[in-house]
């Protein structure tokens, strides 16, 4: 089904086009391996141009991939994180397209005049109207919610589109996941077949999580050629790796001019143990909640108590307890500047058989700018590779491993720009005009001849 049959796959050659390719968590280095034992063919074909960029922090999906489709970073854009807290009720919800604060790419090119289409791009449910069409990604509920237009429900729930794999029981049922992991495969393939063939569009969108999904539950099969499921996830990634050819090939077949991005949100390495920051602040003395954490929920932050001076929200984002930000708070001005160097200190010394967990502790001053700025989180913790943090509110040791296997990094993002220059031979390195996952956003403003500034929504932040 397409949506403009028979209309062939051709256009006049003037109208300037952009396709991204979104590769949710590959990490760079692994890309390499996976095109060079030839699990990933199509993935090589772009590989030896590719260079590794930087995640924003957190390194988390929603603040990444809405920084990539913004231009902007967290003190723009407003998405700090998986969830957020309201500061009168402390009620927690996750985050959504709706809190995002200022224009996304496909607003402002659709104010030039420009055409989108988006197919599972995190952080983008609810959708709403742009110009032109698009199918949410995670954590997208309903599918007619998940769409833009209204038409595409239909049009794709006929062909069974799934929206997001099951993964509640990925630890238990590893095999499980690869059936559900291969169904969201195909409905890609599905939707791609149906938004790309007439042509109607100046910018294409189309992002992959199933490796994300993959690398969290069995990094260690990926990695460790002896696992017993290595060679079904394997087989998983070759799968996965034909659908990227398939997208290659319609991007060679366009005429010029045309550009092709292909990117990561973070990097991915072999979990060494979670960290739980609420459980490390409460063995500090300054989270309290009403009941033990035994009898709280994960998530349910409602229990913090007035002699609480330092909460956690996922993964690393620490709010002092300030009398003017929240409604039982304690900490004053006067104090904030002694309780953020005292939780620095403290936490660079954290260590698990030895090792230093923390990388480095980032305050607010140097991590965000902009008018989000006042609701961002105190401190932001940066771990080094392996270390997963978490901030539940149920937990009372500070490490372990719950079903995963591996977690986000900052670093060894992946990035592909079919303008970027070749691989210089003497020195083995490729310059990479990108940095950050925010920069790719704006290589695409540019690339249409829109300056990269938006200005704010001014919308309304709990």
């Not at 957020?84 to 030039?112: C, K, S, W």
């Not at 709403?128 to 199918?135: D, L, Q, T, Y």
């Not at 049922?173 to 969201?184: D, G, I, N, V």
């Not at 954290?350 to 105190?378: C, Q």
Request: net charge negative; hydrophobic share 40%; with cysteine.
């Amino acid at each position: 089904m397409t949506l403009r049959s028979p209309m062939p796959e051709s256009s006049p050659p003037s109208t300037p086009r952009l396709v991204v390719l979104g590769l949710d968590g590959l990490p760079l280095s692994l890309a390499r391996r996976l095109a060079a034992d030839g699990t990933c063919p199509n993935l090589g074909r772009i590989v030896d141009r590719a260079c590794s960029i930087e995640a924003e922090l957190p390194e988390l999906s929603p603040v990444n991939w809405t920084s990539f489709m913004t231009g902007t970073g967290p003190g723009e854009h407003g998405i700090f994180g998986f969830t957020r807290i309201h500061a009168q009720t402390y009620e927690m919800g996750l985050t959504n397209f709706t809190h995002v604060q200022v224009p996304t790419i496909f607003d402002r090119l659709g104010d030039a005049g420009f055409t989108s289409r988006s197919i599972n791009l995190p952080n983008t449910y609810p959708a709403r109207p742009i110009k032109g069409m698009m199918v949410s990604g995670f954590v997208a509920e309903e599918l007619q919610r998940a769409v833009f237009p209204p038409m595409l429900a239909a049009m794709l729930g006929g062909r069974g589109y799934l929206l997001e794999a099951d993964t509640t029981r990925a630890a238990q049922e590893p095999l499980h996941l690869l059936a559900e992991l291969r169904r969201t495969i195909e409905s890609r393939r599905t939707a791609l077949n149906m938004l790309w063939p007439d042509l109607a569009w100046n910018c294409f969108v189309f992002v992959l999580t199933e490796t994300d999904r993959l690398f969290h539950f069995l990094f260690d099969a990926v990695e460790d050629a002896s696992h017993p499921l290595h060679r079904p996830c394997m087989e998983l990634l070759t799968e996965w790796d034909v659908l990227i050819g398939e997208l290659l090939d319609r991007y060679d077949a366009l005429p010029e001019p045309k550009r092709l991005l292909a990117l990561a949100d973070h990097g991915f390495t072999r979990l060494v143990t979670e960290v739980d920051v609420n459980a490390l602040l409460r063995d500090m003395g300054l989270l309290h909640t009403a009941l033990p954490p035994e009898a709280c929920d994960d998530l349910d932050a409602t229990g913090i108590t007035p002699a609480t001076k330092a909460f956690a929200l996922d993964p690393g984002r620490i709010y002092l307890h300030r009398r003017d930000r929240f409604a039982r708070g304690c900490v004053d001005a006067a104090e904030a500047a002694s309780l953020t160097q005292r939780l620095r200190t403290a936490l660079m010394e954290v260590r698990h058989h030895g090792r230093p967990v923390f990388k480095a502790i980032h305050t607010a001053d140097t991590l965000y700018s902009g008018p989000m700025r006042p609701y961002a989180p105190d401190l932001v913790c940066e771990t080094h590779p392996g270390f997963d943090l978490k901030a539940k509110f149920n937990r009372r040791d500070v490490f372990g491993t719950f079903g995963r296997t591996g977690t986000h990094t900052v670093h060894d993002v992946f990035f592909f720009d079919s303008l970027s220059a070749p691989l210089d031979p003497a020195s083995q390195s490729r310059s990479c005009r990108v940095t950050r996952v925010r920069d790719a956003g704006k290589e695409i403003l540019r690339w249409f001849g829109i300056a990269d500034t938006p200005e704010s929504q001014n919308l309304l932040l709990i």
